[in-house]
């Protein structure tokens, strides 16, 4: 268990790190006048976190990054419903976006994938598993990220991407469980796998997160979204929440 106070800071040095990639130190987070504290007093509670594994120190000398634990922490435990919806003009882009496209449902998971790859900067994969048909956006984006700047990080990941429809079966089977029910919609519509949690050994330093939802014609649609692992979960969790409601709607119009 962690204080409520360590919270708050494990709260403010994920937020930190997800902003601007640097390890955080205790005396960063003085200068931001947190809770009043002393440097030396920060500093013991991230050792305190450190030892929770909550935090790792890259360098001795260098600042404190969250660990997956942390990050798994982050999104059950410290994100609000407020922190999960989108910003006005993203709804307006999508709602626009789904109501101008065809009900074809590829026309429609085309129009997903491109969408919410350029919103979020990061892989989308977007499919219709009855049809095997599949749309892949983003990975470029992936690589302004410092974290796939390593040559062995980016060829993990595009292998994953090049053999994503190949491995589509298997990965239902790994991520959901019940092959049969993406087809059914039974279940849950959206999980999250960060960093080692991944069944994937080609993304285990990424997050991934998978949604399904229904389209027209009694077709049911596969997502998938792949990021670092430093993502802005709180706006990428809102923006495919949002689409696969507005989608489930235009599904039942249909």
């Not at 407020?82 to 789904?98: F, M, N, Q, S, V």
């Not at 429809?165 to 990965?171: K, Q």
């Not at 649609?221 to 689409?243: A, E, F, Q």
Request: charged share 30%.
């Amino acid at each position: 268990m962690i204080t409520s106070r360590q919270e708050t800071l494990l709260g403010s040095i994920i937020k930190e790190y997800i902003g601007t990639a640097e390890p955080i130190s205790s005396k960063f987070l003085e200068k931001m006048g947190f809770f009043d504290l002393s440097s030396a007093t920060i500093r013991a509670e991230m050792n305190e976190l450190e030892g929770l594994g909550y935090l790792a120190q890259l360098h001795t000398s260098g600042g404190r990054v969250p660990t997956d634990r942390a990050y798994r922490f982050f999104v059950d435990n410290l994100m609000g419903e407020e922190g999960l919806e989108p910003a006005t003009d993203c709804k307006r882009k999508i709602k626009r976006a789904l109501y101008e496209t065809s009900s074809d449902p590829r026309e429609i998971n085309k129009t997903v994938a491109q969408l919410l790859s350029e919103l979020s900067d990061n892989l989308v994969i977007a499919g219709v598993p009855e049809q095997a048909d599949f749309f892949k956006v983003g990975l470029s984006s992936l690589f302004e990220f410092p974290e796939f700047r390593e040559f062995e990080k980016a060829f993990r990941l595009t292998s994953f991407f090049d053999e994503f429809e190949g491995m589509f079966d298997r990965l239902e089977r790994e991520f959901w469980g019940d092959p049969a029910s993406l087809a059914q919609g039974g279940g849950e519509d959206m999980k999250i796998f960060i960093g080692k949690e991944n069944p994937v050994r080609n993304i285990k330093d990424e997050t991934v997160i998978l949604a399904r939802y229904n389209l027209p014609h009694n077709f049911r649609g596969s997502l998938t979204l792949v990021g670092p692992t430093r993502m802005d979960y709180g706006k990428n969790i809102g923006l495919i929440r949002y689409t696969t409601e507005e989608l489930n709607k235009l599904a039942k119009k249909i």
